[in-house]
């Protein structure tokens, strides 16, 4: 990426500050906050303004860069701007699992086919030759990897900071791969929402000199964070050919196994995958004994070494193979871990009523 463009950084991170100052009154004079009750940890009522701060820091750096007046991005922005909007409604009036999914789902197929992006191509997934799936039938796809991001997001965003900052270990991953490749306009837009999310990072985990205004990213923010990451690796992987399909999985890496850990184990017991209960991986760590920033600690350093592998396979040539095996280890031992942390908790919940 040209030295030039890293300047346009500053006016991101500035513009998510300012953003957050504004906005802070704002959401509490109208009551868009999160209010305390017996299952959440917060204490106060707090704004959930997140995703919109960290969306005007993208519209930021899409401006200032001139990337805004290309289709591609400026499809993604006004879709980005939409499904916040959606996710913060849902926030306010708690919409039907089933009409928001079908919401998403026209926003998501509308700018996919708008800005005639797709998974296309898979790779080497079955050897020697590439899958290849086409517009129709990888544009679909795509559609229910996008509900799937989403939705993964949403569920991962339970412990302050997780969201945000497994999401930015995975912009920093597709930066440094886009940068090897020469594709500077995605290494742009990912540096610089990984910035936006490290602002606000800052007021979320309310670190020193940020205390006092602690915010949310709410629904509207987990659901753009779901969908631009699936942009970004769609594009970067099908587009840029920054990397292939394969690396893209590790690059998503603690979201996606989390969530399809969760789904598999409530379909086994037969419950719906959507239904409400706490075997995500960050209940487990907490009722386990861990604080909440120690879970933070362990579930971002996971993700982050899912990343740093995605990226290493990438650099180093390994065969999709590798990348496919690797990545299904890495699945069955966190299904493994997940499954082990559930029993302990089952067995100390029944401990005291066998004694």
């Known amino acids: 990426m040209d030295v030039v463009l890293f300047v346009h950084f500053p006016a991101v991170l500035a513009s998510v500050c300012l953003a957050i100052r504004y906005l802070f009154p704002v959401a509490r004079r109208y009551r868009f906050v999160d209010m305390p009750d017996k299952r959440k940890r917060h204490r106060r009522p707090t704004p959930l303004i997140g995703g919109f701060a960290v969306l005007i820091g993208l519209f930021v750096a899409l401006s200032v860069s001139g990337l805004l ?17 959606l996710g913060s409604v849902d926030d306010v009036l708690d919409i039907s699992p089933r009409l928001r999914f079908v919401l998403q789902g026209l926003v998501v197929t509308a700018a996919l086919f708008g800005a005639d992006l797709a998974i296309e191509q898979l790779g080497l997934l079955l050897g020697t030759e590439t899958l290849y799936l086409g517009f129709a039938l990888g544009l679909g796809f795509t559609v229910v990897c996008a509900l799937a991001s989403i939705n993964a997001y949403n569920m991962i965003d339970g412990i302050d900071g997780l969201a945000g900052s497994v999401t930015a270990a995975t912009l920093l991953g597709v930066m440094v791969l886009s940068l090897i490749s ?31 205004r602690k915010i949310f990213l709410g629904d509207g923010g987990s659901t753009f964070l779901g969908f631009l990451v699936l942009w ?24 996606i196994v989390d969530m399809l850990t969760v789904f598999a184990r409530r379909a086994f017991a037969g419950k719906s995958p959507f239904s409400a209960d706490r075997t995500h991986i960050h209940h487990l760590l907490m009722e386990s004994g861990m604080s909440a920033r120690q879970t933070l600690l362990v579930l971002l350093g996971f993700h982050a070494s899912l990343v740093a592998f995605g990226v290493a396979g990438e650099m180093l040539y390994w065969s999709d193979l590798i990348m496919t095996l690797g990545a299904i280890g890495a699945g069955a031992l966190y299904g493994a871990v997940n499954i082990s942390l559930t029993s302990r908790q089952q067995k100390a919940a029944t401990s005291p009523q066998q004694q």
């Open 232 to 255: 970004l690796l769609v594009v970067a992987s099908q587009k840029d050919i920054s990397f292939r399909p394969i690396t893209a999985v590790w690059l998503v890496g603690l979201p």
């Open 182 to 212: 020469g594709a500077s306009e995605l290494a742009l837009v990912a540096g610089s929402l990984a910035l936006a999310l490290l602002a606000f990072l800052a007021f979320n985990l309310e670190l020193p000199f940020f205390r006092g």
């Open 69 to 85: 007046a290309e289709p591609l991005w400026l499809i993604f922005f006004a879709a980005a701007l939409t499904l916040t909007v």
